[in-house]
């Protein structure tokens, strides 16, 4: 007995420790992938779904045969509302939802709600579609915020467990500034990589289901008369029946259903494989200073002047994703090459983004504004090109193949850009506040809230001029470089910046025992004072009478 419970002469304390935190990296990695794979497969789904289900409902056709009295079109617009407008309130609720539920929970749900919008399609009704797209537009927030947070968090605990033996690490203090830099960029960049092959994921059904099924150049274009920064609108003239013949209802089960076999696969991804974002005493921690504080303190770091001077950042990176794929892919690359060039447009696009992430990692070696601006410069001169970009159809060559060279490299050229914009917003971020691990989810929450107004306010501008939609972009394009020269210049100076202060937790701990016993104490107390208090006036109602 005392052989087997006494110390093991092989036993090695060190090395088993060393092995227990190379685990938790491994942990930590698979995490990040987890959660990359899981939002890429849920966005792959929503915006394949989508896109299918706008073609088929613009379809004339389509419509009465199948639905003739329900008003797709009216449905459409609501739905897309919905979508649209609903994250404008995200700001009152996001971090109480990440908090309450935590960063890893939240993430489950909302694709959890992702997969309620696929599963309403089987039965398109009003009462299904535009409620299950308006709880999409409550997610999108949360969700985003949550993901930011997460891939944030996790750069952090892999520098912790990397450097365990340190005693900041050890006694759980706030990290040294700068510490975790590396881990950030690098994680956001993973990130970024895989989420943005869900551009080329989405256009999946489009390439082996719907584009067979579409009409030609010689039909769908045959009264467009121009494209490109002349139009106003999105495709004057084009035709309502884009269509060759219906697709069989059972196709398009067969399909809805392989999709929602995706989306349940990214809610178990994220419930299975990812971990939790904070200890369980951290998370204990963040919901106790108050809901009322947790409310309150998402507007109170709008004092900080590097939030404030990122806004424009913020919403610039709103309008040019979104600007690609409805803006420039329908108006130029569909105005120009008909409906069956789509997918490629997009695809192409989708795989531009994925690959130039990976110059984020210039970072680890170059000064962090070099991503940003790089990006911006590309934008620029590519809005530039393109105010000046537009053709005239002619009726009897309405094939411009021609044109296809060209608008693949601005398509390749905008995801050189976007990639640089996206990725450089997060990881600037992420450096910002790296040592801040209890204001991660209100700082992107704020981030994904003004990409939410900027995509609301593209909504709203469909009906304007291209050159009025390009000036727009070019405008914000350039107040964001200036705002952010500003932010650098301010900490290059050492200018403070306001941070708001976060209370501490307010834990409630009480022993049975003791909390029965003080509520017989103060329920005896009581008793008496009432008692005393009927002696007191009894003693005083003949001095009251005379």
Known sequence: MEEFLGPQAEYNEEEEERKYYRRKRLGVIKNVL????GAMIVYSVYMGLLQMQLILHYDMTYREVKYSNLGLEDIDRKMLMGINVTPIIGLLYTPILIRFLG?????????GIYALFVSTNYWERYYTLVPSAVTIGVAIVPLW???GNYVTRMAQQYYEYVNYKEEHVQEQKKLPKGACHTYIIVFQSVFNIIFHLSFVFAEFPMIFILNSYLHYNEHVLCNVKACGATVTGVIP????????????????????SVLMGFAFLAMIIFLVLCGAAYRPTEEIDLRSIGWGNIFQLPFKHLRDYRLRLLCPFFIYSGFEMLFAITGFSLTYGVCILGLRKLWLLILVYGLSCSVFSSLSLCL???PRWVCLVAGAFVHAVLLVALLSFSI??????LNRTEYLAPLLVISVLWGLGTALNKTGVSTLLGLLYAEEKERLDFVYTIYHWWQAIAIFIVYLWSHLPMRAKLSILLFTLLVACYCYWVMERRLANKVPFRLPRIPRPRHKVTNHRTSSKLSDDSGRERRVCLRLRSVQEANCQPFAEV
């Open 103 to 111: 960063t890893k929970w939240m993430m489950f749900l909302a694709s």
């Open 34 to 37: 987890a959660a990359s794979f």
């Open 392 to 397: 005239v159809h002619d009726k009897e060559n």
């Open 145 to 147: 915020a949550s993901l």
């Open 364 to 366: 680890l070696r170059l």
């Open 237 to 256: 003239g084009f035709n309502t029946t884009v269509l060759i013949n219906l697709p069989r209802s059972m196709l398009l089960i067969q399909v809805e």
